[in-house]
């Protein structure tokens, strides 16, 4: 009965846990998920640019085309 007991209050912190993060992170998007987007779209936008042009074509490939995950 004492390991039961145990059992649901774990789950319950971890639960308890789970939705206050997510609530954080829903409250403050604009810190959490932005900057990141942000960030990683200059990255490709500015060093794509002026990387991609001197690099040029390996294997058929181009170094955006190598760096970009492949779409299905």
Request: glycine share 6%.
């Amino acid at each position: 009965m004492a390991a039961a007991s145990r059992a649901r209050a774990e789950w319950v912190g971890f639960s308890t846990i789970i939705i206050r993060e997510f609530n954080r992170i829903v409250r403050i998007w604009g810190q959490t998920i932005v900057p990141p987007t942000v960030t990683a779209t200059l990255y490709f936008v500015i060093f794509g640019s002026l990387i991609g042009r001197r690099v040029g074509q390996s294997a058929d490939m181009t170094t955006c085309s190598s760096s970009l995950p492949a779409s299905s």
